[in-house]
């Protein structure tokens, strides 16, 4: 079966995005744009709960009234909140310098949303000056708190040298703690770590553990690696069943090149064998980890 690669990539795409053994080029994204989502966990504060009412019904100005209050007095989630709608004029014309203001004034209280929120901040240039460094320190100080995305993010910052100084094995630690959450994309970085020996000893057998992770929650790049892994055994014994299955299940979610290579693997294998896939994919179920 070809697994011929993608086009050309950088040489750090080249390391994280194709295993040899890997035909897909499954990339860690590292800063894909992001929105901040204003959330406001089951808030106690009376001030709290009517922000809530009203970004229920859609009155961003009522919400804006009840926030500042309850920013001022210093709650964090409501300065989260208000520097949210402030970053994205929401209610409000927006302005970048007082929505950091309120990040800075959350995440002193030791807030790890507000810290990530920074992070991204100043990593995205989101009407600040792109800086880098200041982006790994706020990065940095939500994930030693349990960010799960600012784990990602600061091992994305360690795997190219971006605000740190370069470490592979820095990126993998922050990878696999992020992983642990279930998150199927991080889950897929660390089975690429481990597959090719970033960071970390080369294990295949652990390599497919977690990519059986990604891709028992519906990950089609996860799926379509471990088809290959199964494929060609590794870290595993070659099964063209299991192989022909995991195609099959991400071109189920409309993958053309699964659907190739599931096409492809059929001319080699016995009625027996195909029953046995169609068999995997009629009792897979998706586990969902988070």
Not at 13 to 36: D, E, N, S, Y
Not at 122 to 141: C, F, H, N, S, T
Not at 255 to 280: F, G, K, N, V, Y
Request: proline share 2%; hydrophobic share 50%; aromatic share 6%.
């Amino acid at each position: 079966m070809s697994c011929a690669a993608a086009g050309s990539q950088s040489n750090k795409q080249q390391k994280m995005g194709a295993m040899h053994f890997i035909m897909i080029g499954a990339m860690v994204r590292f800063w894909t744009p992001v929105v901040l989502a204003l959330v406001l966990a089951a808030p106690a504060a009376a001030d709290m709960k009517a922000a809530d009412a009203a970004l229920g019904r859609h009155d961003e100005g009522g919400a804006l009234a009840a926030l500042k209050p309850a920013a001022e007095s210093g709650d964090a989630r409501a300065q989260i909140a208000l520097g949210e709608m402030y970053l994205a004029g929401r209610g409000v014309e927006r302005d970048s310098e007082i929505a950091v203001m309120w990040f800075r004034r959350a995440a002193a209280q030791g807030s790890a949303e507000a810290a990530l929120a920074l992070g991204l901040v100043y990593a995205q240039g989101m009407g600040v000056e792109i800086d880098p460094k200041e982006a790994a320190k706020w990065l940095r100080q939500a994930a030693d708190a349990g960010e799960e995305e600012a784990q990602a993010k600061l091992a994305g910052l360690y795997l190219n040298g971006i605000g740190v100084e370069e470490s592979d094995e820095e990126a993998f630690k922050w990878f696999q703690r992020a992983a642990a959450g279930g998150n199927p994309d991080y889950q897929l970085n660390v089975a690429l770590m481990y597959g090719q020996g970033v960071g970390v000893d080369q294990n295949l057998a652990q390599s497919l553990t977690w990519m059986r992770m990604a891709a028992d929650q519906g990950l089609t790049r996860a799926q379509i690696n471990l088809g290959i892994m199964y494929y060609q055994g590794m870290g595993v014994e070659a099964d063209l069943a299991q192989a022909h299955a995991w195609f099959a299940l991400a071109g189920g979610q409309g993958d053309t090149q699964a659907l190739a290579a599931r096409d492809t693997l059929a001319q080699e294998m016995t009625p027996e064998q195909i029953a046995a896939s169609a068999r995997l994919v009629a009792e897979w179920q998706p586990r969902m980890n988070r």
